[in-house]
């Protein structure tokens, strides 16, 4: 067998690195470079405490959340059943794919303006770049989970008196399930860079806002603030969906063995 | 009655078309146990895949009951030796199954639920899902499921040929049993002699690919079978030697075929 360091080591390690990484940034900031251009990590913390205690950081947390929250779950709802249609008529799939692959490869960030144009300004076209951004992983994580669906439990179920809509309720949705899961882990990330990207573009709060106007206010410290907030609302977002996602979409953690939830 | 008249049936496979069955004809009575027996790849499974009505012939025709198979055939009961099982759906999810598809009143389900776990003897493991149980009780799940609601006919392919040898009688044994009640008709494939002889009434020998009838005979062994006496009784044995002259020429020359193939 071979020897690995216990986990207790690796994590003090990794706690070493982070920790020279910020002390070497501290140190260097005011000395060699100016604080203006790079801030400092106890200035971010500073910030954090005085954002969070005074609530001012909550309304555009808030806000950011409404858009990329319901942005993915449109781009999930629409995903899911694009997904599941094409995964059931393969020949119609295959037809569309090289469609679908230069939509795919298409930067989705490009179609703020067309969206506007399609919305006016506000809220929706923020949700529609959102959805733009999630679809695509939805819909081909889904697709993927039709076709690996075992075509003997498709035949056992039909020969048992399935029909095709019960084949679906029965067999379908629940073996995809953990691909669902797994996509909207990976999207919830993509959900928040297309909020925040809408944001920074024309959002009047919201953390995008947040971004740009304490950079046009050669607030770097702010910026790097929100950085580190929209960081741990990522993390927080996956997590939450790897721990509650089984249970919202209707099946036990347990029984998704291999999956989403077993990766975490 | 399951009638089989002129049926051909070919499979693509490499760009090569290969013919799994050839002008084959089979009638099945009802309440028969058949053993369809042959070489590996000599259509069997697509003989039962046919009466289920997942594949429709090329030429010919199945009867189920007089009526020709063009759908579907839910009037029977399908077991494979692959794991068809919910994973997600526990003993008692996934024997009620077939009963969810049929809407069969939730009041009624519990109960035939129950009764069906009685009769494989699962008892104590109505709450497990299927990566808890091991193959035997999983088979045995399978086999509730099948039985539950009451098909006329059985088809099963090899269904029992993942289990050890050990397991594999106990479940021939457990097979037979209820069977005896049911009295169902099985068409049963395999490729094992001694299991075809020790549990039907009537062996069909297939020849190598394209699939014919080579040897077609009843097997005159009283029942109930007790496995332990059975099979070194004459009968058995003489019954035995006669199909395996015929069934020892088709697995040698498919094996030369196959040979000549590569």
């Known amino acids: ?36 251009w790079i801030s400092k990590p106890s200035l971010i913390a500073e910030r954090t405490l005085e954002w969070f205690s005074s609530g001012f950081i909550y309304p555009h ?26 995964g059931l008529q393969r020949s119609l799939s295959r037809l569309l794919d090289p469609i679908l692959g230069g939509a795919y490869t298409m930067p989705r960030i490009a179609f703020l303006p067309v969206v506007l144009f399609w919305f006016g300004f506000g809220f929706r076209p923020m949700v529609a770049l959102v959805v733009l951004m999630t679809f695509f992983v939805l819909f081909y994580n889904t ?33 995809i399930v953990p691909f669902i899961l797994a996509a909207m882990m990976i999207a919830a990330p993509y959900a928040l860079v297309g909020a925040i990207v809408a944001e920074i573009f024309i959002g009047s709060k919201g953390l995008g806002f947040l971004i740009v106007s304490s950079t046009g206010g050669l607030d770097l410290t702010g910026t790097f603030t929100t950085c580190l907030v929209v960081t741990v609302i990522s993390l927080i977002a996956t997590l939450v969906i790897a721990r509650h996602g089984p249970r919202l979409l209707g099946r036990s953690p347990e029984t998704i063995g291999g999956g989403a939830a077993a990766a975490f | 009655m399951i009638n089989i008249t002129g049926v051909s049936k070919s499979f693509e496979k490499d760009g090569q078309k290969i013919d799994a069955v050839k002008d084959f004809s089979l009638t099945i009575n009802d309440g028969e146990f058949v053993a369809l027996i042959g070489p590996s790849g000599c259509g069997k499974s697509t003989v039962l895949n046919m009466i289920a009505g997942l594949l429709a012939p090329e030429e010919g025709v199945v009867e189920y009951n007089g009526e020709p198979v063009t759908a579907i055939n839910t009037s029977v009961g399908y077991m494979t030796q692959k794991d068809s099982l919910l994973p997600w759906r526990t003993t008692e999810g996934n024997i009620s199954a077939p009963l969810d598809i049929r809407r069969v009143p939730k009041s009624q389900r519990a109960a035939l639920v129950s009764q069906a776990i009685e009769k494989v003897r699962l008892g104590g493991f109505e709450r497990h899902h299927p990566d808890e149980l091991s193959g035997g009780m999983r088979k045995r799940v399978l086999l509730a499921r099948t039985l539950i609601y009451e098909p006329d006919t059985l088809l099963m392919d090899e269904p029992f040929a993942a289990l050890d040898a050990l397991l594999k009688l106990v479940m021939q044994e457990e ?28 062996i069909v020998v297939f020849s190598k690919r394209p699939g014919r009838i080579v040897l077609d005979l009843p097997v005159e062994l009283e029942r ?11 009968e058995f044995l003489k019954l035995y030697n006669r199909v395996w002259a015929t069934l020892r020429h088709e697995v040698v020359s498919q094996e030369e075929a196959s040979g000549e193939g590569r």
């Open chain 2, 175 to 202: 097979l037979l049993r209820i069977w005896s009640e049911a009295r169902s008709t099985v068409v049963y494939v395999t490729h094992d002699l001694t299991e075809a002889i020790s549990i039907a009434d009537r």
């Open chain 1, 1 to 36: 067998m071979i020897e690995r360091a216990p986990m207790w080591r690796i994590r003090l390690y990794q706690l070493i690195v982070l920790g020279v990484f910020l002390g070497g940034w501290e140190w260097v900031s005011d000395r060699y470079i100016r604080t203006l």
């Open chain 2, 224 to 234: 109930p079978r007790d496995f332990d006496t059975i099979r070194s009784s004459p």
């Open chain 1, 61 to 86: 947390i808030l806000a950011t959340l409404q858009i990329a929250g319901l942005g993915l779950l449109i781009g999930t709802a629409i995903g899911v059943v694009c997904g599941i249609m094409l």
């Open chain 1, 143 to 175: 697709r993927a989970g039709v076709e690996s669906v075992k075509g003997d439990l498709v035949a056992s179920m039909r020969v048992m008196g399935a029909t095709r809509f019960q084949v679906i309720r029965m067999v379908i949705l629940p073996s």
